[in-house]
């Protein structure tokens, strides 16, 4: 291999690089001398060597970097990326549910955080029985630096890095102590965020220990402690008529006059719902008033804008030389996080479950007539703990020989690694209990309501009467505020799953020959993999006796053997215009016990026409298997937040179209939301549980990724780094959550009859079920631009000066779909939320002596969605066409958020910081379709100004 000196070397790397690499070169130096410079191993490539780190497109974070930030997880860190996306889960995210809800997760390119790698010192992270892969199972204080790979890498690592690897590096050899406090909260006093970590090192001539333990726990935000929430769907444009006629101001429906109260055709009267008067007797007809929108429900008052997250981690490595080319490394890796979510109480119907108020009961307004009511029980809202436990144990044995004059590295390792989430969650309703308690009832001798009749009584014990008329706050017999009968109704609901990684690989790579231009590098390997996962709903939950949302167990694995092969050719060196040219391949064989095998390989090429100056290109194929929740997942309701085109009243809707005519869904029709009453906010809360499942004849997704780049570092700028990338990623066969959204728009708008046939609809129109799965719905692409500018001003008397500028276009993000006449066409979403066209970030570091401050202005370009509603200022672009289609559109303006970090390096081996997130509490944008969030902001902005404190002291 051509060697060059490490200062040469170094000054030709990107400075992010360089800067994470500089110490540990300079440990091997002195350790075992200059040439072990070229058997550095990076990430997204298997080949030992100091030119590999720039033959792909790598962004590195040091700890310096990390410590510069004010966050507290590794996630938090990686959202802030240009070229991530907002994740599919996020803490915004309050009517989330399932197995993944709580974690944190990275999302690349905006293609899907299943579709992003995550590593572990090489070594994948645990992942949930639908491929999530939960970043706060890595603690802060353990990490020594995070590589980025920007490019698709299943040659490498196989499955799942289609978009992309995350390789999150930890610390080795620590030699000494560390311990650090971390305090912070928001502007308004609220989302307390508390750390506090120490790391432990012992390191001998042939081995050491590191030992981090840290504590987490970040606080919620609620949403009526916001001003985009705190009013309801609309934010601060929203008035009573926006909230839930589902009330905690009780209703009901006289059926002397209306019968079974159901919902009527479109154009009919529609049944009138009354609520107690102020004072009033429950038990007297004549004591109510039909319902105004004064007395709605803002649902957000009782919901969490941020969920809160408590973390514990412990991490240990230890590593021994067992000779001078054999060396033992161990992780073992415990952590637990729970996240603390809680909604509003839930919005009862009683048409919903077949349990009216019995005409027997003692509260009966109509004795002996059965009485349909609505009620949102206020008293007891829903939360959920997830409380997730990760263990995680990776022994590597790694060594190096040497054939005829040339070094071989190799490694033998295996990974068991096991997450066990219990899921307790209360608020939901038991059915069989409230059936009871909606039963016959008496006033008894004592003048206390006791289930049952006086000739057959039942025991105040086994069962308590409800009166659902008594509005919240008001005091009687069979309050919901009771808390006898709020045991009774309302049991504690547990889940459980458990995931199991095993992995057992074996890689070597070494030089072959010497060719004219350098040495002829190769990399191959061997893993077996197994994957286990079972999640089981409560018994209530899958039986569907609770007001909760049902399900049904997922269970299942599959094992897979992989080899792989890489090589590096170097081609031309130290000639005019060709300082280097590299070609680099690899490919790996996949055979899963599940769907097959498959073969996908990657090319890449590296020339460098000057020192200064460096081209690089690499095209690769990717998969993704489908997960066990992707095959063999249960079936699972919810309440789901849409449009529908048939209901919208914007200008350019499809309502009265030949597709919602043939469904019978009258031209005046305005979709309706939970209590029958027409939405005013979009997308908007179906009144009725939707069924969606797995499928198990589903296809791995295939890909193809290219990247082309410069990194310039020019000779007379020292210390200017410059990169500029292309890429490119095709994706076919999307494993794709299908969508409510989506099957009324390729139905209703696009005009494909196939996709109307699981739709179905009630006598007034609104969509009263559906059910949908996954499936291999087609495929997508997207193209864009990264470019990193990196100057290190040399030292003036002012200070030390370094300013980081990256920034992220995205020219392209396109989905395959069919228009109304059937004709295939592309969708394009950029500018959608989270599809930004553009994300800058811009970092300035100055020191000068012990002082340092760091500050980070984050540029989001404007957003889109469409017109839903004719709220005034809603709607700009009410004529937009797309692919011959009315697509009207709202813009919003682009948003920046700063944030600024003041540092201090003690005498006494301290550091002190004190900074601020957001620091000019920037608001961005209202966006009605909640992007990325249950509310009406984008889930993936700051919701305020963020305070905090960090102190670090050495030993």
């Not at 990107?14 to 350790?31: D, K, M, V, W, Y």
């Not at 081995?207 to 934010?235: C, H, I, M």
């Not at 390096?905 to 957001?918: E, F, S």
Request: charged content about 20%; glycine content about 10%; hydrophobic content about 35%.
């Amino acid at each position: 291999m051509n060697f060059r000196t490490p200062a040469v070397r170094l000054g030709l790397l990107p400075a992010g690089i360089a800067l994470a690499l500089t110490p540990t070169f300079a440990s091997a130096q002195e350790a075992k001398g200059a040439t072990d410079l070229d058997r550095i191993e990076v990430t997204g490539s298997r080949i030992r060597g100091a030119s590999m780190e720039t033959q792909q497109p790598i962004l590195t974070l040091s700890r310096e970097n990390l410590e510069k930030q004010g966050y507290t997880s590794v996630a938090d860190v990686l959202q802030n990326l240009t070229s991530a996306g907002s994740p599919a889960i996020s803490r915004a995210d309050a009517l989330s549910s399932g197995e993944n809800v709580g974690g944190y997760y990275v999302d690349l390119r905006n293609l899907g955080a299943q579709r992003t790698l995550v590593l572990m010192n090489g070594k994948r992270l645990g992942a949930t029985t639908a491929g999530y892969q939960d970043l706060s199972q890595i603690p802060m204080s353990a990490v020594e630096r995070i590589e980025v790979l920007k490019d698709g890498a299943s040659a490498i690592y196989g499955s799942d890095a289609i978009a992309g690897v995350v390789n999150v590096i930890t610390r080795k050899r620590f030699d000494g102590a560390e311990a650090s406090v971390y305090v912070g909260q928001y502007g308004r006093g609220d989302g307390d965020t508390n750390t506090y970590s120490f790391t432990l090192g012992s390191e001998g001539e042939r081995g050491g220990v590191t030992l981090s333990a840290e504590y987490s726990k970040q606080d919620p935000v609620w949403a009526k402690d916001r001003w985009f929430s705190r009013d309801g769907g609309l934010g601060p444009n929203s008035t009573p008529e926006d909230w839930s006629a589902l009330s905690q101001n009780s209703t009901w429906c006289d059926p002397r006059v209306w019968g079974n109260c159901k919902p009527r055709a479109a154009g009919q009267p529609q049944p009138e719902w009354f609520t107690l008067n102020q004072g009033g007797n429950p038990t007297n007809s004549a004591d109510y008033h039909e319902l105004t929108p004064e007395e709605y429900s803002n649902a957000n008052q009782q919901m969490m804008v941020q969920t809160g997250v408590e973390r514990k981690s412990v991490y240990v490595n230890g590593n021994y030389d067992l000779t001078d080319s054999i060396t033992f490394n161990a992780d073992l890796l415990y952590n637990q996080r729970t996240t603390d979510q809680q909604i509003a109480g839930y919005p009862y119907q009683s048409l919903s479950f077949g349990t009216p108020l019995s005409g027997a009961s003692a509260f009966s307004p109509v004795p002996g007539q059965d009485v349909e009511f609505r009620r949102r029980l206020w008293e007891v809202p829903r939360t959920t703990v997830n409380d997730l436990k990760t263990l995680r144990f990776a022994p590597t044995l790694n060594g190096y020989f040497e054939v005829a004059g040339k070094t071989w590295d190799w490694d033998v390792g295996a990974l068991w690694n096991r997450n066990e989430l219990t899921k307790t969650g209360h608020g939901d309703m038991s059915l069989i209990a409230s059936e009871q308690a909606l039963g016959p009832s008496f006033i008894n001798g004592q003048n206390i309501a006791q289930c049952g009749t006086a000739a057959n009584p039942i025991e105040l014990g086994a069962c308590r009467p409800w009166n659902p008329l008594l509005p919240y706050g008001v005091a009687g017999q069979g309050s919901l505020s009771d808390p006898d009968l709020q045991n009774f109704l309302f049991p504690t609901y547990t889940d459980t799953g458990v995931t199991k990684t095993t992995s057992f690989t074996a890689n070597l790579s070494g030089s072959i020959i010497d060719l004219p231009a350098g040495e002829l590098g190769v990399a191959m390997g061997y893993e077996h993999r197994k994957e286990e996962g079972t999640f089981v709903p409560d018994a209530f939950r899958q039986s569907g006796r609770s007001t909760g949302l049902a399900s049904t167990t997922t269970s299942g694995d599959y094992s897979l053997d992989e080899f792989y092969l890489e090589l590096n050719v170097p081609i031309l060196s130290d000639m005019a215009f060709a300082k280097e040219l590299t070609f680099n391949a690899a490919s790996r064989y996949s055979d899963y016990s599940n769907f097959g095998d498959t073969i996908n390989s990657k090319f890449g090429l590296v020339w460098r026409p000057i020192d200064e100056l460096l081209v690089r290109a690499t095209y690769a194929e990717g998969f993704r298997a489908p997960t066990i929740d992707d095959l063999y997942g249960g079936q699972n309701s919810s309440f789901e937040r849409y449009t529908d085109p048939c209901g919208s009243t914007a200008a350019g809707s499809v309502a009265g179209n030949a597709a919602c005519t043939a469904a019978g869904v009258s031209p005046s029709y305005v979709q309706v939301g939970q209590g029958g009453t027409p939405c005013s906010t979009f997308p908007c809360a179906t009144p009725d549980q939707f069924i969606s499942g797995s499928n198990s004849e589903l296809r791995p997704e295939t890909s193809t990724s290219k990247t082309a780049g410069l990194v310039w570092s020019p000779r007379w700028v020292q210390g200017l780094d410059i990169s500029l990338d292309w890429y490119r990623y095709e994706i076919k066969d999307m494993i794709i959550a299908d969508s409510v959204d989506r099957i009324l728009r390729d139905c209703y708008v696009l005009g494909n009859a196939a996709r109307c046939e699981g739709v179905s609809r009630a006598a007034d129109g609104h969509i009263d079920a559906l059910t949908y799965g996954l499936a291999n719905l087609g495929s997508m692409e997207t193209e864009g631009y990264d470019l990193g500018v990196k100057y290190r001003l040399p030292e003036l008397s002012i200070g030390k000066i370094s300013l980081d500028w990256q920034t992220s276009y995205l020219a392209k993000y396109d989905e395959a779909g069919q228009n109304s006449a059937g004709d295939n066409i592309t969708i394009g979403r950029v500018g959608e939320a989270g599809l930004f066209r553009v994300r800058s970030n811009l970092g300035v570091n100055w020191e000068l002596g012990d002082f340092g401050v760091n500050w980070t202005a984050r540029y989001y370009s404007g957003m889109k969605e469409s017109c839903i509603t004719e709220a005034e200022g809603w709607c700009d672009a009410p004529n937009h066409m797309a692919n011959g289609e009315s697509d009207p559109l709202r813009h919003t303006g682009s948003n920046t958020f700063h944030d600024v970090q003041v540092s201090w390096n003690a005498p006494w081996d301290a550091t002190i910081a004190v900074g601020a997130n957001n620091v000019f509490d920037h608001r961005g944008a209202l966006m009605y379709s909640a992007p990325n969030s249950s509310f009406a902001y984008y889930g993936g902005f700051d919701v305020g100004r963020f305070l905090y404190m960090k102190y670090t002291q050495r030993f």
